[in-house]
C-alpha cells in the first residue's frame, strides 16, 4: 500500500473519529476496508498524534484560520487539515511540503470546489507558525499558492 492511500485512508478514520467524537483510534470499528491500514507505520504515527494532541493540533487549525470560525469548517476540509497538521507537527519521518501537497490532493478530491485553495491557505501559515517556532522538524518552504478563503 503507498503512502498516499495509507494517508487517504487515515484521513477517513480522522473523520470517523470527530463524527462519533472518539479520537482514539483503538476503540473504532473501522470499515473493513480502512482495517488494513491499522498496522502500517504512517497510519499508525498519525493517528497516536490526534489521539494524544487533538487539543493542540485543533488550536494550530484554529490560530491560522483567517476570517473564519472553527466550527464552520467543514468536516471534510477539517479532517484533512488534521491530518497534515498532526503529520506536520508530530511525524519527523514525512517532510512538511509533502504533507501540505497531499493534502491539497485531498482536498480536491474530498472538498468542495474551493476547499483544496483553503486547505492551502491554512497549511501554508501552519507551516510559517511552525518554522518561525523552530521546532525539531527541518522547515519545509510551503507553498506559495495565497488562495482566497472560502
Known amino acids: 500500500m503507498d503512502r498516499e492511500l495509507i494517508r487517504e485512508k487515515t484521513m477517513q478514520l480522522i473523520f470517523q473519529m470527530d463524527i462519533n467524537n472518539e479520537f482514539d ?6 470499515v473493513e476496508e480502512n482495517l488494513k491500514i491499522m498496522n502500517k507505520a504512517q497510519a499508525v504515527s498519525t493517528l497516536e498524534a490526534v489521539r494524544d494532541h487533538i ?3 485543533d488550536e494550530m487549525i484554529r490560530s491560522n484560520l483567517d476570517k473564519w470560525s472553527f466550527d464552520r469548517v467543514a468536516k471534510a476540509d477539517l479532517a ?3 491530518t497534515a497538521v498532526a503529520e506536520m507537527m508530530f511525524v519527523d519521518s514525512i517532510p512538511r511540503k509533502v504533507s501540505i501537497n497531499e493534502a491539497v490532493k485531498l482536498s480536491r478530491k474530498y ?7 483553503f486547505v492551502n491557505s491554512v497549511l501554508s501559515k501552519v507551516e ?3 518554522s518561525a517556532g ?17
Open 25 to 30: 483510534f483503538s476503540k473504532l470499528t473501522p
Open 55 to 57: 487539543a493542540e493540533i
Open 80 to 82: 484533512i487539515l488534521r
Open 128 to 130: 510559517k507558525t511552525l
Open 134 to 150: 523552530s521546532s525539531d522538524k527541518v522547515p519545509e518552504a510551503a507553498s506559495n499558492t495565497e488562495a482566497e478563503e472560502k
Open 111 to 117: 472538498g468542495d470546489s474551493k476547499s483544496y485553495a
